[in-house]
């Protein structure tokens, strides 16, 4: 992946569409306490959100879009941590994006 696109909307035929948003944020890598008690279960997301995406048709895309926009949650197959090591070795630097929101076609403000 040394080619970065510049996709400013996630692909809309992900393998994610129809599950549970909850899955793909199953906790924030920084979240304190919360962290602690919902560890066990953001894991299991974590796998379950990963195994989703193995076999997406758009992995490559969304984690490409993901890379510019998404701080949270599992893009492409990717977490947080993993896609912030992905920014740092590729220098891409990220431009924030309204997150799951856009794929469920809603708008912050509306």
């Not at 279960?41 to 969304?62: D, H, Q």
Request: charged letters at 30%; glycine letters at 10%; aromatic letters at 10%.
């Amino acid at each position: 992946m040394e080619n970065i696109n510049t996709l400013d909307t996630p692909p809309k035929n992900g393998r994610c569409l129809g599950h549970d948003p909850n899955i793909f944020f199953p906790f924030s890598e920084k979240s304190g306490d919360s962290y602690s008690r919902n560890y066990v279960k953001g894991r299991e997301n974590t796998i379950l959100a990963k195994s989703i995406c193995e076999e997406c048709p758009v992995i490559e895309e969304c984690l490409q879009y993901s890379l510019r926009h998404e701080p949270f949650g599992i893009w492409g197959g990717k977490t947080e941590r993993e896609r912030k090591t992905l920014r740092r070795r590729l220098g891409v630097q990220i431009i924030p994006r309204e997150p799951i929101n856009i794929l469920l076609g809603f708008k912050f403000g509306s």
